[in-house]
């Protein structure tokens, strides 16, 4: 089946650093999208991208949809430890396959005080 | 209550128990999604209802069995579970099944013994 290339899958950081992750995939998507998990909860939505080349920011987070539109990348400036979870993107494609939203793999942020 | 609830939230069950999750929707959305999450996976799409019609089912095996009673309820059906499915079991809902920003629910943690 269809897949994101998510990366990187980990990341170790010192609080205060800048954060940068991103998606690849090998189809054309419509509809980027990017969440956070926490521990044992559901993911929620951050940033919601609809348009190529789109830069939308929401607080910290800056998300933008790839002007290919076979890629997202999501920056977040400034980290906090709350800025620990896992973090996924999300691509959908209207045209092919129903509109299913297809999931990367998670990017998993760690944040040391 | 606002926008998706999940209950329980941590069930455990023998392989020949029957139990049910419940998801609620308070968004007035008109599809809603059943996803099973497992370490390390990316998050498997199992159910789609669009109206309270189910749109796809990706492959899960009988012992999943879902329901949608009306627009803001979903159901999963357990019966006769393996310890392989013992999983992270979230809901989503979204405005419709083209536009597909889903909103996640918190999850039920489900281990089979």
């Known amino acids: 089946g269809q897949q994101l290339n998510q990366s990187p899958q980990s990341m170790f950081i010192q609080e205060g650093e800048d954060v940068s992750m991103n998606c690849t995939s090998s189809?054309?998507?419509?509809?980027w999208l990017w969440y956070k998990q926490d521990p044992g909860e559901g993911p929620v939505l951050l940033i919601a991208?609809?348009?190529?080349?789109e830069l939308t920011s929401n607080g910290r987070l800056t998300a933008q949809f790839g002007i290919t539109r076979k890629d997202s990348f999501l920056n977040i400036s400034a980290s906090i430890p709350s800025d620990v979870g896992i973090y996924f993107c999300?691509?959908?494609?209207?045209?092919?396959?129903?509109?299913?939203?297809?999931f990367g793999q998670g990017t998993e942020l760690s944040v040391k005080p | 209550e606002t926008g998706v609830t999940q209950t329980p939230r941590h069930l455990v069950m023998g392989m020949t128990n029957k139990k049910s999750l419940k998801c609620e929707q308070h968004?007035?959305?008109?599809?809603m999604y059943w996803y099973k999450q497992s370490a390390k996976k990316p998050l498997e799409l199992m159910f789609v209802y669009s109206l309270e019609e189910r749109v796809e089912n990706n492959s899960v095996p009988s012992r999943f069995s879902p329901e949608c009673p009306n627009s803001s309820h979903l159901f999963l059906h357990l019966h006769t579970l393996q310890p392989e499915d013992s999983a992270l079991y979230l809901c989503a809902s979204s405005p419709d099944r083209v536009q597909e920003t889903q909103y996640f629910g918190p999850g039920t943690r489900l281990l089979v013994l």
């Open positions: 189809s054309i998507f419509n509809t």
């Open positions: 991208l609809y348009k190529a080349g």
């Open positions: 999300a691509g959908q494609e209207i045209y092919n396959q129903g509109g299913k939203l297809i």
């Open positions: 968004l007035g959305h008109n599809a």
